[in-house]
């Protein structure tokens, strides 16, 4: 059995990296992501673990690698790993934050303005050859200048996402456990109770991380606070809303529309959702950009590789990061 285990191939950089310290890993050999079982077949002997946001690391699998001294996950969450079993059992939890975090700001703008100005829904209608001519009142979007901008988390990406946005003359509203120094600084970005900014913004963006405390953090009774125009982006974790309740307002045109990036029980996308024309949907590639990814493969196994070597990795994860 190899002493390293990846779940999936990762891209070269990483690869690279990995065949410079070692030639004693095994990769997952399919192209899809693995499953529980196949995590427990594969654990017995390995001592360090790389995995994905895909991956159930549960309590059984941690169990069942017996000589298991770290699990380096290639993502900035990590709500996929039971930390806090691997914790008990000694074993270091890893993730890669900061390489992505202008991959998934970008995302969020790109999404945001798909959104404000019908991009998706525009292109269909070129496609359909329905272009017969400019007109006054085709396809008509939202501006963006002195909009009010929600970010849902200021953490990392939503400080990079708001940043970013400096040009467009938005206002911005941010809540979070902590004050954001440089948010207020840079921007006069105004810190508000979760319930004020629901009410007041016009493009509310979630950049929290899944945990206890956010799961559902937006349901039903805080989605009916958004303005009939406001619309929400995601590209956090899909479970952070209450995707039933998400379908329900947008459906009865309570709010204008939404794109998301993620989604409660990704890879399955309900029908429903599928279904509407106010929404634009993308298949998790937040962090999608060659530079992230290769970053992202970097990083994982620069974590794994300290760990193994009984140093401290540069990015471990303890208890769960709440908002
Ligand atoms: C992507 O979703 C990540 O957590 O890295
Ligand atoms: C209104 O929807 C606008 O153009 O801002």
Not at 32 to 54: A, F, Q
Not at 121 to 129: G, I, L, N, S
Not at 154 to 179: P, Q, S, W
Not at 294 to 319: F, H, Q, R, S, Y
Request: with cysteine; aromatic share 6%; charged share 25%.
């Amino acid at each position: 059995m190899a002493r390293i285990f990846l779940s999936r191939k990762i891209p070269e950089a990483g690869m690279k990296r990995l065949g410079e310290f070692t030639g004693d890993f095994l990769v997952f050999p399919h192209d899809r992501p693995i499953t529980e079982n196949e995590l427990i077949e594969n654990i017995d002997d390995v001592e360090g673990l790389l995995c994905l946001l895909t991956d159930p690391v549960t309590r059984r699998v941690i169990e069942a690698g017996k000589r298991l001294k770290i699990i380096a996950n290639y993502a900035v969450g990590y709500e996929n790993i039971d930390v806090k079993s691997a914790n008990e059992r000694g074993i270091l939890v890893t993730n890669t934050p900061g390489v992505l975090t202008d991959a998934t700001a970008e995302l969020a703008w790109a999404l945001l303005f798909a959104c404000a100005r019908r991009i998706v829904e525009a292109d269909r209608f070129t496609r359909e050859k329905r272009f017969n001519g400019w007109s006054p009142t085709l396809l008509l979007g939202t501006e963006l200048k002195d909009k009010i901008l929600g970010l849902i988390g200021a953490g990392r990406i939503g400080t990079a996402f708001a940043l970013k946005g400096r040009g467009f003359g938005m206002r911005v509203l941010y809540c979070d456990n902590h004050e954001n120094e440089v948010l207020q600084k840079a921007i006069g970005a105004e810190m508000v109770k979760m319930e004020e900014l629901l009410k007041r913004a016009d493009f509310i963006s979630s950049h929290v991380p899944l945990t206890e405390k956010t799961y559902h953090l937006m349901g039903k009774r805080e989605l009916a606070l958004l303005k009939p125009s406001a619309y929400l982006i995601n590209t956090s974790r899909g479970a952070v809303i209450d995707e039933k309740a998400l379908i329900r307002a947008l459906k009865e045109g309570r709010i204008r529309g939404a794109g998301l990036d993620v989604y409660e029980n990704e890879p399955k996308i309900s029908h429903e959702l599928l279904g509407l024309s106010n929404v634009v949907l993308l298949p998790h590639i937040g962090s999608a950009t060659h530079v992230a990814r290769d970053k992202m493969a970097e990083t994982a196994v620069e974590n794994l590789i300290a760990g193994l070597n009984g140093k401290t990795p540069p990015n471990l994860v303890t208890i769960p990061k709440t908002l």
